[in-house]
């Protein structure tokens, strides 16, 4: 069986297939991921720093 990847852009985490966090059909490895860290939480993974990388999608959402 794959190893599932977090759904989070710069999250290199996999997801724990005991602990799945859902958003918009995308499966992620924390709550904070899928929130898309939008207060800055940081990944529950002490090696990864993807909340460094802003909210998914960008202020509008596309991006932009």
Known sequence: MS???CGC????CDV???Q???RDGEAYCSQ???DQHPNGEPC?????HCERSGKIGGPDGNGN
């Not at 529950?44 to 990864?48: G, N």
Request: aromatic content about 4%; proline content about 19%.
């Open 9 to 12: 852009p710069d999250c290199q």
């Open 3 to 5: 190893e599932l990847k």
């Open 32 to 34: 904070a991921c899928a």
């Open 16 to 18: 724990d297939p005991q």
């Open 20 to 22: 799945v966090f859902n």
């Open 44 to 48: 529950p993974a002490p090696d990864c």
